[in-house]
């Protein structure tokens, strides 16, 4: 470690780890919840016991951002629909007074805020490793492996891992992030032992192949691999900010990082804007990256080249799917290469099928057919409004985001754009992120 490293992870140190007060204020938070979760889990002959797990119960959590997760244990032998009947009643009871609402993975889970902390109550199956019914059954686990392997000082090597995840934006395994897990923080840290080792680890990063880019495999579960579930551009993105601070180690990576903003590319953006039934969040994110990747697809068949898709959304009802183009004009005419000579009929139907609408048909110096034809769309705004007005179903996007854009879908940019933004937050970081280099560049 050198000198300077260790001067800006001393004061980090302070930054990632609880004092006494946040320590005591979560600790009440946490034991009320349980024990309601508890009694309420008394009139269910199913459960079998109620579980603290998460970063707090693994004390791994960070100062002003720690959830209260309560897991509710079900006998095995119960049906899924039971168990999910059960795993809701007994968070809807345990939260009744504090506004508790359904949430959904795998399997639906109560949700609520107590004293200004978000608490989750997760229905999971009582099993041995290796038995798994659910995908929480894992969670329990978790926390007794991370007690019996992270030792006090490991644990602030997790903790101030996670915050630098969370800083350069790769922190979060949802959908919507494709990111680190807070486990997958501590495996690494499990791992590599320190918080350095584990970024020095990262910056000579090698993918493992195409198909397996980063794995990562679950001390408990030997088949889970918790690589899967990160995006390839997360991972590069922990690469290239892991490099960044080797270089030049700074504290700026332990709160809100960013790389270079470029507000001067924002004219060139055309963001599709709409409005949509509620969603849960995970099959909200889930519709709407698949339509943008299909949006986009589309669109550089046409010819269009697009520097960054992204999507964004206020997580209740209102969406966007933002695009910067590299160009958002084409030339009113395109090449289109056909059969080599020596395919005699698929020369002849090549030409035959365009004849009447080609601008010219020649023979080539590769010896193939080649023609000039006039485009559909020359222009990306027309393309699109093209999409929302008739191409909707075609597209292959979700039925949920179909169906809004054909209700209410529309296309900004330029001054509408800015003026959208400006009343929505959520547009506006989204925004800010497309027209912002990675951190580390």
């Not at 002959?45 to 970063?55: M, P």
């Not at 809807?92 to 795998?106: M, N, T």
């Not at 160009?327 to 698929?346: N, S, T, Y």
Request: glycine share 6%.
């Amino acid at each position: 470690m050198t000198g300077a490293t260790d001067r800006v992870l001393s004061k980090a140190r302070r930054v990632v780890v609880p004092d006494a007060r946040a320590k005591a204020t979560t600790k009440r938070v946490a034991d009320k919840v349980v024990s309601r979760v508890q009694d309420a889990a008394r009139r269910h002959k199913e459960v079998t016991g109620v579980f603290l797990g998460g970063s707090y119960a693994k004390d791994t959590w960070l100062p002003g951002d720690v959830d209260i997760d309560v897991f509710v244990k079900i006998a095995p032998s119960v049906a899924e629909a039971k168990f999910e009947e059960v795993g809701l009643s007994v968070g809807e009871e345990a939260l009744r007074g504090y506004k508790p609402g359904k949430k959904y993975a795998q399997h639906p889970y109560t949700e609520a805020t107590v004293d200004r902390f978000k608490v989750n109550v997760v229905p999971c199956y009582d099993v041995k490793p290796g038995e798994w019914k659910s995908p929480a059954d894992r969670s329990v686990h978790h926390v007794v492996f991370v007690k019996k392997n992270l030792d006090d000082e490991a644990r602030v090597q997790v903790r101030l891992l996670k915050r630098f995840m969370k800083a350069v934006g790769v922190y979060g395994a949802e959908i919507e992030k494709e990111g680190f897990s807070g486990y997958a923080a501590e495996v690494l840290i499990y791992s590599y032992t320190t918080f350095e080792s584990t970024l020095r680890s990262f910056a000579v990063f090698v993918p493992d192949s195409d198909e397996e880019y980063f794995t990562l495999f679950d001390p408990i579960d030997d088949k889970r691999d918790l690589g899967k579930a990160m995006s390839k551009e997360t991972v590069a993105r922990m690469v290239v900010a892991s490099r960044a601070f080797i270089e030049s180690p700074s504290l700026e990576f332990f709160k809100n990082v960013s790389g270079k903003a470029r507000p001067n590319l924002e004219r060139l953006l055309y963001v599709i804007a709409f409005e949509h039934e509620e969603l849960s969040e995970d099959t909200l994110w889930g519709e709407l990256k698949r339509s943008a990747r299909q949006i986009a697809k589309h669109l550089r068949e046409e010819g269009f080249t697009l520097a960054r898709v992204s999507a964004a959304t206020d997580r209740v009802r209102s969406s966007a799917i933002i695009l910067l183009p590299v160009v958002d004009a084409l030339p009113d005419l395109e090449e289109r290469v056909g059969p080599g000579i020596e395919l005699a009929e698929g020369a002849k139907s090549f030409a035959a099928r365009n004849r009447a609408s080609a601008e010219l048909i020649w023979v080539a110096v590769d010896g193939r057919l080649h023609l000039l034809t006039r485009r559909r769309f020359a222009s990306l705004s027309e393309f699109l409004d093209e999409i929302i007005e008739s191409r909707v179903d075609t597209v292959g996007i979700s039925k949920s985001v179909s169906k809004a854009l054909k209700d209410n879908g529309r296309v900004i940019r330029g001054e509408k754009l800015r003026k959208e933004a400006a009343k929505k937050p959520w547009l506006r970081e989204a925004l800010a992120q497309v027209l912002s280099d990675s951190v580390g560049t």
